[in-house]
């Protein structure tokens, strides 16, 4: 039930990332940081204690973290494009 929970709270954050505003994150955060702050949210959703309010702000914080990855996880990838094109020129 909870892995269900969890891939439907994924669905949901994926499907609205667009739609969101960006909440701040700290200068500096580390990729790595970032996945272990959501992994932290999305423990904290699956509370029973949580309210609603805390919920809601739990959500806008775990998409902007989701964001910060997506941008991080998109950059490493164009370095290591950028990274093989100048290797397959060198060769």
Known sequence: MIANFKRKLIF???SSINNTS???IP???????AIVKLNQIVERM???DVDLDKMIENYQSGLSL??????????AEFK??????????QN
Do not use: H
């Not at 200068?27 to 940081?33: H, P």
């Not at 290591?80 to 020129?89: G, K, P, Q, R, Y």
């Open 12 to 14: 949901i954050i994926m």
């Open 80 to 89: 290591l494009t950028e990274l093989n094109a100048v290797d397959l020129e």
């Open 46 to 48: 699956e509370s029973t």
């Open 27 to 33: 200068q500096g955060l580390k990729f790595e940081d």
């Open 66 to 75: 989701l964001k910060f990855c997506q941008k991080k996880i998109q950059e």
């Open 22 to 24: 960006e909440l701040e």
